[in-house]
């Protein structure tokens, strides 16, 4: 039988020699390298603003707790959404951020970063009796 060490060696050895530049040269043949990004709304814009309104009755939302918040800013850096969702109010970074939350995915990635705990997830009506 031999020692299984080994054998997994020689599979993995053989595994990075052949099957690998064979599996990349196979992948190069699906590039398409004039591909170009379409950024258009899959829908109208009246349904986006209909998706909205619904994500907004429906999704839990995070929401800061202002006496928690030391202004950091982390919240805001961290949105991965541009223009960002969670941002200072006019610039003004002497109180805690807002949000927007028209723009907001609902990633709750400002709720894992924040470094005070200062942002819960508020539920809504409508969250709180599909998802409980
Ligand atoms: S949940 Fe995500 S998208 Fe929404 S404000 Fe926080 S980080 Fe930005
Ligand atoms: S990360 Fe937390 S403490 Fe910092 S600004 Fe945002 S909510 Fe306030």
């Not at 807002?98 to 969250?127: G, H, M, N, W």
């Amino acid at each position: 039988m031999g020692n299984p060490s080994a054998r997994i060696c020689e599979d993995s050895e053989k595994l990075l020699e052949e099957v690998i530049p064979h599996t990349l040269q196979d992948i190069e043949d699906y590039i398409c390298n004039d591909f170009e990004v379409v950024r258009k709304p899959p829908f109208p814009e009246s349904h986006g603003r209909f998706r909205i309104f619904l994500k907004n009755r429906i999704s839990p939302k995070p929401t800061i707790n202002k006496a928690l918040c030391t202004n950091c800013g982390t919240c805001v850096r961290l949105c991965p959404v541009t223009p960002r969702a969670v941002d200072w109010f006019n610039g003004d970074k002497s109180c805690s951020p807002s949000y927007d939350y028209s723009r907001c995915i609902r990633c709750f990635c400002c709720q894992e970063v924040c470094p005070e705990s200062a942002i819960y997830i508020k539920e809504t009506l409508l969250s709180s009796i599909f998802f409980h």
